[in-house]
């Protein structure tokens, strides 16, 4: 059953929000994530939109199920047909959106008490920025670092390969992508707001175009970000607004994940840096993984731990895939 956003009873009334959430596989989770939008979003004239990739699990029927009240109301399911990826279908629900600014939620989250007021608040009071984000939490509660990015660059991905970065996760030289220094607890402009809970005026969404299909996941919404900069936008982050993210839901096979994220990667290099900065790039991350490849395998022979005996094999897996990952996504056109 698919509902579409636009009926009768609301069509007159234009939301303020518009809120998108793509899940895959993550049934109960999603239910979760869109139970706690309903339950934490008094006062703001919103809409949920949802797709569902295609989920083996059956997670449409248990969504559809979950919210049988809401459909057509403040919540509409989609069923994509089949697995477009995180970006195509935020692209696809974002097309029905009628809000006057679309917030990308992962499926993996929930949303704290008074989140989406405080980020709506903020939008309204630093209207130049164009693009918003908050503060994320992992499921033990401890802060999540990964809801902003700096850029990546050259220099970042040397200290990836030679792990600098975890050597010095503080440091604003050595962890440089990550903010490192940075503790959240105050407003700043940010190059990268992650897409588990991105903020944009639907206007800027439809100007960009929206995510580029290539980037199948990962990546993406740091394409997005770089693109609107070009447009004026100052991507900008607020410690107010909060929510938890558990990460990584949809995709639990670690090599897997990091195939698709090297992927990313790449692509964002090849889209935004001159081909010296990329040549440097393949060398740098093919680096990255041929180490990891040889050191953790080596580090689980030597103590024996099953921690790191996996870690290694995956390590191998990825390595072995290099060529899924080296060039990019390839150009769906």
């Known amino acids: 059953m698919t509902q579409t956003p636009a009926s ?8 303020d929000l518009s809120i998108i959430v793509v899940s895959y596989n993550t049934a109960e989770m999603t239910i979760a994530a869109l139970q706690s939008v309903l339950d934490t979003s008094e006062g703001v004239n919103l809409e949920l939109l949802v797709c569902d990739n295609e989920s ?9 199920a979950a919210f049988v009240n809401e459909l057509g109301k403040r919540v509409h399911l989609v069923r994509s047909g089949g697995n477009l990826g995180f970006g195509r279908a935020n692209n696809l629900m974002a097309d ?21 007021q405080s980020l709506l608040a903020f939008a309204e009071r630093t209207p130049w920025a164009q693009i918003w984000g908050g503060r994320t939490y992992d499921g033990k509660r401890q802060l999540d670092p990964s809801s902003i990015w700096a850029r990546m660059s050259v220099w970042s991905v040397f200290c ?15 962890n440089s992508e990550a903010y490192g220094g940075f503790d959240r607890q105050s407003e700043r402009e940010v190059d990268i707001v992650s897409g588990c809970y991105l903020l944009i005026d639907t206007d800027l969404w439809h100007l960009l175009g929206g995510f580029d299909p290539r980037f199948y996941m990962y990546a993406e919404e740091a394409d997005l970000c770089l ?23 949809s995709d639990q096979i ?15 290099a090849q889209k935004h840096w001159p081909a010296w900065q990329l040549r440097l790039a393949r060398v740098f991350m093919g680096l990255a993984v041929w180490l990891r490849a040889r050191a953790v395998p080596f580090l689980g022979m030597l103590t024996g731990r099953e921690r790191w005996k996996k870690a290694g094999a995956e390590w191998r897996i990825i390595w072995q895939r290099r060529k899924d990952w080296m060039d990019g996504y390839p150009d769906p056109s």
């Open 8 to 15: 009768p009873a609301n069509a007159l009334q234009r939301p």
């Open 254 to 268: 670690y090599s897997g994940k990091m195939v698709k994220l090297f992927a990313g990667k790449m692509t964002l």
């Open 160 to 174: 990836y390969a030679f792990g600098l970065q975890k050597i010095f996760p503080r440091s604003a030289v050595f």
């Open 56 to 64: 083996p699990d059956g997670s449409a029927d248990m969504i559809e």
């Open 96 to 116: 029905m959106a009628r809000g006057r600014r679309i917030l990308l939620l992962n499926p993996d989250t929930i949303v704290l008490a008074n989140a989406l």
């Open 227 to 249: 693109r609107a900069r070009v447009f004026g936008a100052r991507p900008r982050f607020t410690p107010a607004s909060e929510i938890i993210h558990f990460g990584g839901a």
